[in-house]
């Protein structure tokens, strides 16, 4: 009984709450109760979605992660704009980043993390899980690629999930 009343997914809830906070007009009581309710019945409804809990160990890293993501999506933005302003010619690559990461929703928030940052895009990741296929429009050396995005966003996840 008390399984059912739980939140299998408490991130998820969290995440569903705080934005339904920020989408209503104003915290009230109405919109509490609301958010209450769809943080815990949207987890229960796609419990089934989910084959494992994600296995953060330390989640408190993830904020820190977001906003160098959010840094880095603003200024690969402005970097990507002089590169379509100027008249030199970009150096489209398409590069073989070997993962260390195992754990697939950790995999999967590093391929949306490149998919999001403009200029870059996750094109295909290898049956083993041991390779991500990414396309970069501007890259004179692969190397540079994947030591910018072990050091920014695969050494976190890392910690956060191992």
């Known amino acids: 009984m008390l399984d059912r009343l739980s939140f299998p997914q408490p991130w998820l809830s969290l995440i569903l709450f705080s934005t339904w906070q920020f989408l209503?007009?104003?915290?009230?009581?109405?919109?509490?109760?609301?958010?209450?309710?769809?943080?815990?019945?949207?987890?229960?409804?796609?419990?089934?979605?989910?084959?494992?809990?994600?296995?953060?160990?330390?989640?408190?890293?993830?904020?820190?992660?977001?906003?160098?993501?959010?840094?880095?999506?603003?200024?690969?933005?402005?970097?990507?704009?002089?590169?379509?302003?100027?008249?030199?010619?970009?150096?489209?690559?398409?590069?073989?980043?070997?993962?260390?990461?195992?754990?697939p929703l950790a995999i999967s928030i590093l391929a949306s993390t490149i998919s999001l940052t403009p200029g870059t895009v996750s094109a295909d990741i290898s049956d083993d899980n041991k390779m991500l296929l990414i396309h970069a429009l501007d890259a004179t050396n692969d190397q540079e690629v994947i030591d910018a995005i072990h050091k920014r966003y695969e050494k976190p996840l890392l910690e956060m999930f191992q």
């Open 24 to 103: 209503s007009d104003g915290i009230s009581g109405a919109s509490l109760v609301m958010g209450l309710v769809l943080a815990w019945l949207i987890p229960q409804l796609t419990q089934g979605f989910w084959p494992e809990r994600p296995a953060f160990v330390k989640a408190w890293r993830m904020p820190v992660f977001l906003l160098i993501v959010l840094w880095d999506i603003l200024i690969a933005s402005f970097s990507v704009a002089k590169l379509i302003l100027s008249p030199r010619q970009p150096h489209p690559a398409f590069i073989c980043y070997p993962l260390q990461l195992d754990h």
